[in-house]
């Protein structure tokens, strides 16, 4: 087991109409509230009047529009102008991850004289945020429990994951049934990012016997619920496991002590979502079982057997090769399953860009580091077999 | 699943050597520390000096002689005391549970002007405690990452379980090998009692694929490493891991969502360390079987053929009352496997006093509302089949 410093100062207020709590909560925070949130589901779910009701005394200053893989331009921007013009005292982010993201980079910026890139490029580190409150309305990303947001800035092609412990929501809202009216797509991408965040973690030199069956039990629960999700879309107890599963996804709670990964599947995903826009968790799913089989070799084998047998069920008792193989047609044959497009063909990406892509994740990604090293050669080859 | 309000402010800092941190940690809270500790083993270990020598600048005032099944008179008001002579900012518990319990007790009395077991019995609700800083010596009762403790008042043979959110201990320090030189009594106890904890939240009407699995995990932890701790008490890995998973112990971290148990053998089990004092865990351990099989029923019996097939690997074809059986008589023969005694008697207690323990715990541990309704006669009859 590794050393580590760990600390989640979010409180989560989890289950049917605990939003209810909302008034109490933003009181702690102050009067002036920027209210961020996307394109506008939250108020075809209702949501947006239910906190607007809710928050009669408030003064609401509002940023919307916020995209899928948010921008720093203008999203960011956007919003660290509005809070310094407005004095905000704390952000209430309504939506998914990526609306949560992108309040936690403006949360940085509101308090930061210069430019917020320096922040988020991690030129210069962040001296205080402005405190977040988040109604979170997919399960999905687990930036409701954890201090990280990817900002993407699309005249460079960057996607950059920017971590700071200041970002950390101070209170995360957390209704499942927000999540009834999340489409098919989405839900089985969000079910996917969740996965991601699990193997990713999962895969690597040294676990425990706690941590290893905490993530088979996630994985576990989110193939099942996805599904029942995706039968029946109101079904509270599937949402609500989901819920509760994917939130874990980036906290570090899943794999306390155990030796680092590298996270390889984000770093190389951020290059398809910067170049492409396409849907992260697509992205993730449809490079993770080619990423598996990239780096199935006998240093990792026996965590395959492990993550076939456990997860699947595979027979322990046949060749381990032959249950990492079954292991990662299982993870492929559980993404097409829940109707995700398993190529990058299908999500508009083809051959053209390919090197150009390896060679950012080369420079900027770190995966030289990973458990598995992935080189530029290796991500190419990646990318290549999952067109 | 139930919902939940879930928040734990606790810094985790783990690892060998990590109390090299203990100064920085120690100046955010002030200058005047009350050192506690218990009967002198952090002194065998060298844990003590280590300690004045890394705060050569603090004023420390000490309170040591903090007994297991820790003493409302001396020790909480032995230190309140020295807190408020003292003007003390920060409490620094250096032992086991036990010391981590009085001194959340002496946090809170600290604070108020009353009379401490005002606060202890929930009659008055503190406004405020002081910080807490620990390090942890033993792995069990995960005190050092929830906020309770539990104080026993002598003379009224009290057992009082005293949760507050202000007592989660502010940084908490786990070096693994400090509990090298814990005795296997104390290292087997240590075990059950952190089984007790996941069991108590097991055995409930409502839980999760998630939450089942991570306890079923936790299980498994405690089995397979205490064995390694027993056999090598310096087997670093084992006892890291057995720490950590004791630690979420009574953190609800690995039930949340889940209906509420009641947690019915700790309900008992403070019966009979208030009126003899003995090893909490090993009551725990004594206890735990005979509770089971009181409460197996056709409403509980598909929750232990859970608990028979993933923790102890039952094969799942059987009928479902020999599974559970089996399970039960699983959980007896590994507790007897690492030495426990699993008699009453063999700790020292007779059935003179079941009917007076009986009544106490029926009119101060409301297990009249745990999952299954325990009264004052199946307490007794519990009791009796533990002699």
Same mark, same amino acid.
């Given at each position: 087991m590794q050393n580590f410093d760990y600390m989640t100062p979010t409180r989560l207020i989890f289950g049917k109409n605990c939003?209810?709590?909302l008034p109490e909560v933003m009181t702690q925070f102050g009067r002036k509230v920027l209210l961020t949130y996307g394109g506008g589901s939250i108020k075809k779910i209702g949501l947006y009047d239910k906190v607007k009701e809710l928050l009669p005394d408030f003064e609401i200053v509002e940023l919307s529009g916020i995209q899928p893989n948010p921008k720093y331009d203008p999203s960011v921007l956007d919003g660290v102008k509005l809070c310094? !013009?407005?004095d905000i005292d704390v952000i209430l982010a309504v939506g998914g991850g990526s609306v949560l993201d992108c309040s936690k980079a403006i949360a940085a910026g509101a308090k930061y004289d210069g430019d917020p890139w320096d922040l988020i490029s991690y030129k210069v580190k962040a001296k205080a945020a402005l405190p #977040?409150? @988040?109604i979170i309305t997919l399960a999905a990303t687990g930036s409701e429990y954890d201090p990280g947001g990817v900002i993407s800035r699309t005249e460079t092609n960057d996607k950059i994951g920017y971590v700071d412990p200041l970002l950390y929501p101070a209170v995360s809202f957390l209704d499942p049934t927000y999540t009834f009216t999340v489409s098919k797509k989405q839900t089985a991408a969000g079910c996917a990012d969740a996965m991601n965040h #699990? /193997? !990713?973690? &999962?895969?690597? !030199?040294? %676990?425990?016997? *706690?941590?290893d069956g905490f993530m088979e039990a996630g994985l576990k629960s989110l193939m099942i619920n996805a599904k029942k999700c995706l039968e029946n879309p109101e079904d509270y107890t599937a949402r609500a496991e989901m819920m509760l599963t994917c939130t874990y996804g980036c906290n570090r709670i899943y794999a306390l002590g155990n030796s680092p990964s590298g996270w390889p599947c984000h770093g190389m995903e951020h290059a398809l979502s910067a170049y492409y826009d396409i849907t992260h968790g697509e992205g993730l799913a449809i490079i993770t079982p080619r990423w598996m089989k990239h780096i199935l070799s006998d240093k990792t084998a026996d965590r395959f057997v492990k993550y076939g047998v456990n997860v699947f069920g595979i027979d322990s008792s046949l060749d381990k090769y032959e249950i990492a193989e079954k =292991? #990662?047609? =299982?993870? &492929? @044959?559980?993404? *097409? %399953?829940?109707?995700?497009? /398993?190529?990058?063909k299908e999500v508009g990406i083809d051959e053209s860009r390919i090197e150009e892509m390896a060679h950012h994740v080369a420079e900027n990604e770190g995966l030289e580091n990973a458990w598995v090293p992935l080189l530029e050669k290796d991500i190419a080859e990646i990318f290549t077999a999952s067109l």
């Open positions: 939003i209810t709590q310094k !013009e407005n #977040i409150v @988040d #699990i /193997m !990713e973690q &999962y895969f690597c !030199e040294d %676990s425990t016997i *706690l941590n =292991a #990662i047609q =299982a993870t &492929y @044959d559980f993404f *097409l %399953s829940i109707g995700i497009p /398993m190529h990058l």
